[in-house]
């Protein structure tokens, strides 16, 4: 795992020491080593950098920028398949100087061109310098694990693993993306086909991007999507031969994220997700897994003495960490930093975490994320799936009626009610569904922080709310409510929230996440098993459940999902409403004019007042102002 950077300069102007600027902030995520090379054509200079975290091949013989024959490439990420690839390239009669995956990328792009890709099974983002036809490509993984951005100009073409290089280069001008940042309040986080800044962007998942050097000409391709997988028919499979093959996919992607010349271990929380994919790699190993887990027992939910039963029973190599409250609060100043972009999703603390604690023991942990995608975990397929039936049940006279009748009420005004916890968020809720029960507007209203008419209230700027993910629809015969909404997270929720999250708290610390519930093999297999294999009447995660009953007992597991919990409502009231205070303030809200500084007064007003439920909207806008006074000085 690695840092990479780079730019072509058409005006030649830019001086060379810019590259090692642009990768020295990149160090956290390749801490053994840093280089660069430049490249000076008729028309442009370009420049390639890499910051290097050490997994495969530890010798200095895979330092990057790699050059083979024509090609050069920063990479970043790990192909795992890559000694296969390799046994049939030395078959094609190539030859290696290495042992790393870096190497077998270049020939394999030698050998097969832009198809090559396909091959990989893996998370990489990576960029290949074509010397001789003055062409440079950049990939990204199927998913989205890795980072990518770039941003464009007449004269330039710059990209990054991370934000932060940008502002180490001399023409970058970092100026709001309005609509990134609307978007931004409504989900948590930057859409995954946005950037907070203008003229900056991210290469989607599942494509890659070629630039001809000499015409300027940019084209991007898309040579992956789970809605491929989603539109086919589902599989007619019975119960327990889906088991069989599911547990076998499983293991087989747990298994290729266990290559490393590193040590390797697991984040077990104690659910589903990862104490099968634990339960599994400890089956297929000699030797003891080594297994993280932080304990949080001051936070209210902690899964950590579930973790160490699960870790007790398959006999891991097992280290716990009970974090305090001092510790978890430590972090939120640091949190603008690494995440580059406005992020409010709380549990990357406990992510930066237990990180921190695995990077103690360890170079490479396996993470359990992409399970509630793949399987139906979250709460809201269930939801979605039964009460938008009930909904669309409902006459429309009924619904109309309603309607009318809430929009004469004022839900301030509502004895008793009003002051009921969330009512009045809930009360509009509700009329929204009951004026529109699709898929996509239940799943819209469920997952939003911000509604489209509370933004109107708190910017000061024209926007369009950017729901990417959504225009996936699948309409065809194998559509389903419950396909809709796995597809729709798949591609939007994962990319945004959840896999940025884990880039960044894990490389923070230098430590190289990995994703076994995220191999392109096993998503397309989960995408076209039958629903009621993964939600059966109000069982979530059926299949996965029943996999993990067969390896750890099930009193074990049966117990209500907690996750990353972080008592943000009172940590707002209590120890940080300092930090509150210091940050949402009238000084500050007059440097922002394009925010409604008394309308994020007022919130703050009503939430210190007992208004508790809105802490996250506070959440949010707390933790964009912290962004705001480190990236935007």
């Known amino acids: 795992m690695c840092g990479i950077a780079g730019y072509i300069d058409f005006s030649k102007a830019i001086p060379s020491i810019t590259i090692n600027k642009m990768i020295e902030p990149l160090k956290h995520r390749g801490p053994d080593g840093k280089s660069s090379k430049i490249f000076n054509t008729d028309n442009c200079t370009i420049a390639l950098g890499h910051t290097r975290l050490s997994i495969i091949d530890l010798s200095d013989k895979a330092s990057q920028p790699m050059q083979y024959k024509n090609y050069c490439i920063t990479f970043n990420g790990e192909v795992y398949n890559y000694k296969e690839i390799k ?49 440079i490509y950049c990939y990204r993984d199927r998913v989205g694990v890795k980072p990518f951005y770039y941003f464009v100009t007449n004269e330039f073409f710059v990209f990054a693993s991370e934000l932060k290089s940008f502002h180490q280069f001399p023409n970058f001008k970092p100026e709001i993306n309005t609509d990134a940042l609307a ?111 932080i304990g949080v027992p001051h936070f209210g939910l902690n899964e950590a003495p579930f973790a160490k039963k699960i870790a007790q029973h398959l006999q891991t190599n097992h280290t716990e960490y009970d974090c305090t409250e001092n510790e978890a609060l430590a972090l939120i100043e640091s949190l603008p930093y690494y995440y580059d972009e406005p992020f409010a999703d709380s549990s990357a603390i406990p992510t930066l975490l237990v990180s921190q604690l695995a990077k103690k023991s360890v170079t490479v942990a396996l993470s359990a994320d992409g ?14 799936n039964n009460q938008g039936k009930k909904l669309k049940k409902i006459p429309a006279f009924i619904k109309k009626g309603a309607v009318a009748s809430m929009n004469k009420v004022n839900p301030n005004k509502i004895p008793i009610l009003k002051n009921t916890y969330n009512f009045i968020d809930r009360f509009h809720k509700l009329k929204y569904l009951l004026q529109n029960h699709s898929d996509e507007i239940l799943l819209k209203r469920l997952t939003e922080v911000f509604s489209v008419d509370d933004v109107n209230r708190l910017v000061n700027f024209p926007f369009t709310i950017n729901y990417s993910g959504y225009h996936h629809l699948i309409n065809n015969s194998n559509y389903t409510t419950l396909n809709y909404m796995l597809a729709t997270d798949f591609v939007s929720y994962l990319p945004n929230d959840i896999l940025h999250k884990v880039d960044r708290a894990s490389m923070s610390v230098s ?99 007992g208004k508790t439920w809105l802490a996250t909207r506070l959440w949010h806008i707390l933790m964009f102002i912290m962004w705001y006074k480190k990236w935007m000085k």
């Open 183 to 293: 978007n931004y309040f409504v989900h948590g986080s930057v859409p995954y086909n946005q950037c907070i800044f203008n003229s900056c962007f991210k290469l989607l998942p599942g494509n890659y991007l070629k630039y001809n050097l000499t015409t300027k000409q940019i084209i991007t391709k898309q040579y992956w999507t789970i809605i491929d997988a989603y539109n086919k028919p589902k599989l007619n499979i019975n119960y327990n031969d889906a088991i069989a093959e599911t547990t076998k996919q499983l293991g087989k992607a747990a298994n290729y994220r266990m290559v490393a010349d590193v040590k390797v271990g697991v984040f077990l929380s104690g659910g589903y997700d990862s104490a099968s994919l634990t339960a599994l790699l400890q089956k297929n190993n000699n030797q003891q897994i080594n297994t993280f887990t």
């Open 511 to 609: 430590l190289e996440a990995r994703e076994p519930y995220l191999d392109h093999q096993l998503a397309e297999w989960c995408a076209q098993l039958p629903d009621e294999y993964k939600l059966y009447n109000k069982t979530k995660k059926r299949i996965l459940k029943d996999i993990t009953h067969q390896l750890i007992p099930k009193q074990l597991m049966d117990r209500p999902k907690m996750g990353f919990a972080i008592p943000v409502a009172n940590w707002l009231q209590n120890q940080l409403k300092t930090t509150l205070n210091n940050y949402i303030n009238e000084d500050n809200l007059n440097q922002m004019p394009f925010l409604n500084k008394h309308y994020v007064l007022s919130l703050k007003s009503d939430f210190l007042n």
């Open 87 to 135: 046994e049939e390239l030395i078959s094609k009669r190539h030859s290696f100087i290495t042992d790393s995956d870096t190497e077998v990328i270049l020939h394999a792009f030698e050998e097969w061109g832009d198809s090559a890709v396909n091959k990989f099974i893996g998370m990489f983002a990576f960029v290949i310098f074509d010397e001789l036809n003055h062409v």
């Open 371 to 384: 399970g509630d995608e793949l399987f139906a975990g979250y709460n809201r397929y269930s939801f979605v």
